[in-house]
């Protein structure tokens, strides 16, 4: 079924410039311009072969470049022809549309920022288009994707998510947003594109999107994305379909961690930085809001009885925003079916760091992110980081002690699913999760 989103996509892959009176108007003025270019070019020829010998000028060849048109005048032998050429550019996006990448359409503009040589290029009229990420993190939200995807970042042929120019220098448009999506340059901008913004702006988001991403041509550097949102296919259902359409060739990386740990984790961030927010999706529905964590694993697990028949979709909401996070194997299902296993890489983030970067080298190809570029000497053996800026929390390892009976109950719900992903994987620690529960 075509959603509205889908036809404007789609409307705006395949726009043609040759329809429309604004089209018109434009092939006008170039015919005008190409036949002054072109009488120009005649009477420099006929001054030529007025004051010179027109035996030196039986192949004569002058050229002219105009809006992206080159203009050939050619005298061979008594031959007079005049060409025009429509392809010219420095990067030949009508003939050559950036082959090395998923390119995306770059609607309403043709400027691109280029973070290399710090200045806006113009790009073809006609065919405006950047390359998408390459590479998506896609989550889990909580087990450590920051330092996933630096880790992924610090090869100096990969650019993140975020163009860092302002929207004008010297007064020209450099085609970066300078709204509430714009990133900020080298740090990991989390976008949410085609999970959050394409739900909640359909007519909007794949400009927005666009305009943000840094100019890479898949062969010498690539852009890389990370959305955490991006793992909840229960939230998301047509993500992974979406993520195919516009990214057929896009590499898909997660790390993962004991998801009753990370619920936990998840629960002081958002009491931490977005309270307001996340209280409210209970106050809203006159839910007594959970002030601490058992309070909040009750309304998961085990909502009074009321609740869920006077509002059966907040029980699944809840669930599918919070709790059903932490079953992966259930989210990555469709990942897998859309991009096969060997496009998909699953970290445990408790590996050696060098182990880690070299298993992303590897997925997005050692042609592309040559090893000997990438700076291992900055690497720690290992990086188990645990310590939050939250005010009022310790971090994840004091949780087992201080919320036994919801920490047990968790793991014993998310153990089959540990169990599935690590056959769905092909490794064990997975199965590490589970081994508190035979001790209780
Ligand atoms: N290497 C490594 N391995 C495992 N866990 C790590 C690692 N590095 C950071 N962390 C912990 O991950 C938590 C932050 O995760 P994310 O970066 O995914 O956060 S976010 O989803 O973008 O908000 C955050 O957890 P909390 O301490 O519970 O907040 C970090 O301590």
């Not at 060849?61 to 005048?73: F, S």
């Not at 645990?386 to 005010?391: P, R, V």
Request: proline share 6%; aromatic share 10%.
């Amino acid at each position: 079924m075509k959603t509205m989103s889908n036809l404007r996509v789609e409307s705006a892959l395949c726009s043609s410039p040759s329809q429309g009176p604004r089209t018109k108007r434009y092939v006008k003025q170039i015919v005008v311009t190409k036949l002054v270019i072109g009488t120009i070019l005649i009477g420099l020829l006929i001054i030529f072969l007025l004051v010179g010998d027109a035996s030196h000028a039986r192949n004569l060849r002058l050229n002219a470049i105009l809006d992206n048109t080159v203009i050939t005048l050619k005298l061979q032998e008594k031959n007079i022809s005049l060409e025009y050429e429509d392809s010219y550019h420095p990067y030949d996006t009508v003939n050559d549309p950036l082959p090395h990448c998923d390119s995306l359409p770059l609607q309403g503009g043709h400027n691109v920022w280029s973070e290399d040589t710090g200045e806006t290029i113009r790009l073809h009229k006609h065919s405006p288009r950047i390359c998408g990420p390459k590479v998506l993190v896609i989550g889990a939200m909580k087990c450590g994707t920051n330092t996933l995807g630096h880790l992924l970042a610090k090869h100096p042929r990969v650019k993140v998510n975020s163009c860092s120019a302002p929207r004008f220098v010297k007064k020209i448009d450099t085609g970066c947003n300078d709204d509430e999506y714009q990133g900020r340059g080298d740090e990991i901008w989390e976008g949410h594109d085609m999970s959050i913004h394409k739900n909640q702006k359909p007519g909007e988001w794949l400009e927005h999107w666009t305009r943000r991403l840094p100019w890479t041509d898949g062969k010498h550097n690539i852009t890389i994305d990370k959305s955490p949102s991006y793992m909840n296919t229960l939230e998301f259902p047509n993500l992974t379909q979406d993520v195919k359409q516009f990214l057929p060739n896009a590499k898909v990386v997660m790390s993962v961690c004991n998801p009753a740990l990370r619920l936990y984790s998840e629960y002081n961030h958002n009491m931490d930085q977005r309270q307001d927010g996340f209280l409210g999706f209970y106050r809203d529905k006159g839910i007594e809001v959970p002030m601490d964590f058992p309070s909040f694993v009750k309304l998961l697990m085990d909502p009074p009885g009321d609740v869920c028949k006077r509002l059966p979709n907040f029980c699944d909401r809840n669930q599918i925003f919070f709790l059903r996070k932490g079953e992966y194997s259930t989210l990555l299902k469709q990942w897998y079916e859309a991009f096969g296993a060997k496009n998909i890489l699953v970290v445990d983030m408790n590996d050696n760091q060098r182990d880690i970067a070299t298993q992303l080298l590897d997925l997005v190809g050692r042609d592309v992110l040559p090893p000997n570029e990438y700076p291992w000497h900055e690497l720690k053996e290992k990086e188990i980081d645990f310590k939050s800026s939250a005010a009022n929390y310790t971090g994840r390892s004091s949780a087992f002690d201080d919320f036994r009976e919801q920490i047990v109950k968790l793991e014993k719900y998310y153990a089959p699913f540990n169990e599935e992903l690590a056959q769905l994987i092909g490794r064990d620690f997975p199965l590490e999760w589970n081994k508190r529960m035979g001790e209780n």
